[in-house]
T-cell receptor
Framework: NAGVTQTPKFRVLKTGQSMTLLCAQD?????MYWYRQDPGMGLRLIHY???????AKGEVPDGYNVSRLKKQNFLLGLESAAPSQTSVYFC????????????FGPGTRLTVT | QQQVKQSPQSLIVQKGGISIINCAYE??????FPWYQQFPGKGPALLIA?????SEKKEGRFTISFNKSAKQFSLHIMDSQPGDSATYFC??????????????FGKGTKLSVKP
C-alpha cells in the first residue's frame, strides 16, 4: 500500500496563476483533509470531505476550492495564487469510525512569487 | 473555545534527559487527545493518543499525562534520543463527533536532542 500520496512535491507559481494539488489514498478511507503548515502556526485545516461528492470548509478556506469526485482522490485548487498562499500543504485521510488516526501524505511545498 | 495551546515552541534536551511538552484546551467537550510526530520533510504521523477515561498512557518511552480538571495534557519522552529530534503537535477533537471529529492542532514544539 502506498498510503497517502501527493502530487506535485514542489511547485513555484507566479501571483495570479492557478494550479491543482492532487491527493490520493489507497486505504479506502471515507474522510480526507487538506491542511496548510506555516512556521509557528501549526497545521490549519483548509477543507475536508466526509465522503465521495461531499466537501466542507475548514478554518482557512478562502482562496481555495476542493473536489472529491472519486473516493480515493481529493483535489485542492488555487484559482489565483497569492504570496500569502506560500506554504507546505498536507493531505490526510482517515476512516469514518473507530480509530480517529489521520494518515498524512508527504506534503507539497508551494512558493508563490 | 476551539483553541489548543502548546508550549514550549522549541525545546533542547540532552541525550538521556526527559522532554516535556504541554498542551491546554478550552472546549470541555473534547474527548480525544493525540500527539503527532513530524520529521523534517515528512508528513506528521500519530505517535500516541489518550481519551479522558484514563489519566496516563504509556507506550515505550512516550507517556501522555492527562488532567481533565485543569484541561491540560502533556507528552513526556523519557531517555530522549537524538532520533527523537522532530516537531511534535498535540491535538484535540470529539471522538464520536463524525465530521465534527476534526482535529484541532496546537502550533507545534520543535525538539532537538543533543548527543
Amino acid at each position: 500500500n502506498a498510503g497517502v500520496t501527493q502530487t506535485p512535491k514542489f511547485r513555484v507559481l507566479k501571483t495570479g496563476q492557478s494550479m491543482t494539488l492532487l491527493c490520493a489514498q489507497d486505504m479506502n478511507h471515507e474522510y480526507m483533509y487538506w491542511y496548510r503548515q506555516d512556521p509557528g502556526m501549526g497545521l490549519r485545516l483548509i477543507h475536508y470531505s466526509v465522503g465521495e461528492g461531499t466537501t466542507a470548509k475548514g478554518e482557512v478556506p478562502d482562496g481555495y476550492n476542493v473536489s472529491r469526485l472519486k473516493k480515493q482522490n481529493f483535489l485542492l485548487g488555487l484559482e489565483s495564487a497569492a504570496p500569502s498562499q506560500t506554504s507546505v500543504y498536507f493531505c490526510a485521510s482517515r476512516r469514518n469510525r473507530g480509530l480517529l488516526e489521520q494518515y498524512f501524505g508527504p506534503g507539497t511545498r508551494l512558493t508563490v512569487t | 473555545q476551539q483553541q489548543v495551546k502548546q508550549s514550549p515552541q522549541s525545546l533542547i534536551v540532552q541525550k538521556g534527559g526527559i522532554s516535556i511538552i504541554n498542551c491546554a484546551y478550552e472546549n470541555t467537550a473534547f474527548d480525544y487527545f493525540p500527539w503527532y510526530q513530524q520529521f523534517p520533510g515528512k508528513g506528521p504521523a500519530l505517535l500516541i493518543a489518550i481519551r479522558p477515561d484514563v489519566s496516563e498512557k504509556k507506550e515505550g518511552r512516550f507517556t501522555i499525562s492527562f488532567n481533565k480538571s485543569a484541561k491540560q495534557f502533556s507528552l513526556h519522552i523519557m531517555d530522549s534520543q537524538p532520533g527523537d529530534s522532530a516537531t511534535y503537535f498535540c491535538a484535540a477533537s470529539l471522538y464520536y463527533g463524525g465530521s465534527q471529529g476534526n482535529l484541532i492542532f496546537g502550533k507545534g514544539t520543535k525538539l532537538s536532542v543533543k548527543p
